[in-house]
């Protein structure tokens, strides 16, 4: 009756790791998933920056060119 026992101790133990590691996970991919999106907003508005930038050059350009 010894070895059941144990066994069934040893499936739990099992199954409690396997938890600890599951929520583990789980903030890790949610503070990933921020950062990722952070750095998704910083690109759109530096990219809205460059657009705004360059279009001035182009017309700075335009009016200089003969």
């Known amino acids: 009756m010894l070895w ?3 066994a069934i101790v040893l499936g ?3 199954v409690a790791v ?8 789980y903030t890790e991919v949610r503070r990933l998933s921020a950062e990722v999106a952070l750095a998704g907003r910083r690109i759109g508005a530096a990219s809205a920056d460059l ?4 279009a001035g050059l182009a ?7 003969p």
């Open 18 to 25: 396997l938890a600890v590691l599951a929520v583990r996970v």
């Open 4 to 6: 059941p026992m144990f």
């Open 59 to 65: 017309r700075a350009g335009h009016d200089v060119r």
């Open 12 to 14: 739990f133990l099992g």
């Open 51 to 54: 657009e705004r930038e360059a």
